[in-house]
């Protein structure tokens, strides 16, 4: 069974940090490229970044470009994204995803998790 569990989320001020974790199983880890999404309420579900686990090449949107940086640990099946200098706007549940393809269109990824809040407050 496939699945990917992520942790980490929570409530945190203006300015400062928190790290994500995406815990993968049921599928090659290898074979994939894993994603961060977020969505806030009341709008689309975004990209954030995405990694290939096969050769470790990232890609980030421009909203959270040189704050956020995803990570992977083969070994462990473990994607991470370090957000730094959070804003209020980057309030949103998180969600990672695996997929074939390196890119930030959700709709091109299969596998989901169930999502972890982030609230940034002011």
């Known amino acids: 069974e496939v699945q990917l569990v992520e942790s980490g989320g929570g409530l945190v001020q203006a300015g400062g940090s928190l790290r994500l974790s995406c815990a993968a199983s049921?599928?090659?880890?290898?074979?994939?490229?894993i994603g961060w999404f977020r969505q806030a309420p009341g709008k689309e579900r975004e990209g954030v970044s995405c990694i290939s686990s096969s050769d470790g090449s990232t890609y980030y949107a421009d909203s959270v470009k040189g704050r956020f940086t995803i990570s992977s640990d083969n070994a462990k099946n473990t994607v991470y994204l370090q957000m730094n200098s959070l804003k209020p706007e980057d309030t949103a549940v998180y969600y990672c995803?695996?997929?074939?393809?390196?890119?930030?269109?959700?709709?091109?990824?299969?596998?989901w998790g169930q999502g972890t809040q982030v609230t940034v407050s002011s």
């Open positions: 049921g599928f090659t880890f290898d074979d994939y490229a």
């Open positions: 995803a695996a997929g074939n393809f390196m890119t930030l269109a959700f709709m091109e990824y299969d596998y």
